[in-house]
């Protein structure tokens, strides 16, 4: 049986990369896409979602508008990494379909409360709408089979030197969700940093000759450029998509549990995943937490998935 799952995501070029694996891998039932303030304005990151959808022919999978800001803070976007669209680079054509009504946090307390089956939460944004529905709903938190998110990081941030981008734009809301008790799964940046779409990931990528691809080849393009420029690195990392890989195939991704804390307060510290690496703390285990990548695997899974478009 495939494993129910929503994504709730802010795209974002790593967004589009796990929407296109979260919608047509075997493995997994996409219930819905959910979009939320982050990368950029939530109506652009909604609009994005759509576009994204339209042009991979995905058109069974709802897509719905979440929250316009963070529960307590401003609004902060990455335009410097993503673009004043959130997703330049490529020129993409108008969405054929629109966003259902529904908000983006009702729709995933109902989804979450009338279905029969397990459903899985993968949250490649900050976690604005997750912690929302947590609260207008707490019935919820214990139908919720798990979440696994893209977030965080062991050591270093990326945003601030202590804080990776999703949890610092919104660390009230994380502090929520890794409060809840939920089953939570972290993928921080030690993992995903080792995503890294390397030459011969462009090289294979070119060979494909599809819509998709040579999509997913404009938005690699355009991240590599701004990865240069802002961090240095020699090739961008795919951050997203790692979070949708591990539920597809866990061994991926080696994790170890342990107690991690969401800085809210910290004058420097603001988003920071404070993370028991080595079970100093007497609190229990909240977080199995993910520390490297098998990225030879984790592009095959990518890039064969991506083959299945038309
Ligand atoms: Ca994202």
Redesign the pocket.
């Known amino acids: 049986m495939r494993l129910k799952a929503i994504l709730d995501?802010?795209?974002?070029h790593?967004?589009a990369l796990?929407i296109l694996l979260a919608a047509h891998h075997p493995a997994l039932e996409l219930l819905a896409i959910t979009t939320v303030s982050?990368?950029q304005s939530v109506e652009k990151t909604s609009l994005n979602a759509l576009k994204v959808c339209s042009l991979a022919h995905i058109f069974d999978v709802p897509v719905a508008k979440g929250m316009p800001q963070p529960l307590i803070r401003s609004a902060r976007y990455a335009a410097e990494i993503h673009g004043e669209s959130g997703l330049d680079g490529p020129a993409l054509p108008d969405p054929l379909f629109s966003l259902v009504p529904t908000h983006a946090v009702d729709l995933m307390i109902d989804l979450f409360l009338h279905s029969a089956d397990d459903i899985t939460l993968i949250a490649?944004?900050p976690l604005t709408n997750v912690a929302a529905a947590m609260r207008k709903e707490p019935a919820i938190i214990p139908r919720i089979a798990g979440i696994t998110l893209?977030g965080g990081a062991i050591g270093i941030g990326n945003t601030t030197p202590a804080s990776e981008f999703?949890i610092w734009v919104d660390p009230e809301a994380a502090a929520i969700v890794f409060e809840s008790g939920c089953p939570l799964t972290m993928i921080p940046l030690e993992v995903t940093h080792k995503a890294l779409a390397t030459p011969s990931v462009f090289q294979r990528l070119t060979t494909a000759h599809k819509t998709i691809t040579t999509f997913v080849y404009e938005l690699l393009t355009f991240f590599a450029d701004t990865y240069h420029t802002n961090f240095g690195f020699a090739a961008p990392p795919v951050?997203?998509p790692c979070a949708v890989a591990y539920l597809i195939d866990p061994t991926l991704v080696t994790t170890k549990l342990m107690h991690v804390d969401i800085e809210t307060t910290g004058t420097w510290t603001a988003g920071r995943t404070v993370c028991d690496l080595y079970g100093q703390s007497t609190l229990p285990s909240n977080v199995n937490v993910g520390y490297t990548l098998d990225s030879g695997r984790f592009w095959d899974l990518m890039l064969d998935t991506l083959m299945t478009y038309d």
């Open positions: 995501c802010d795209p974002g790593d967004d796990a982050g990368n490649t944004g893209m999703n951050h997203d």
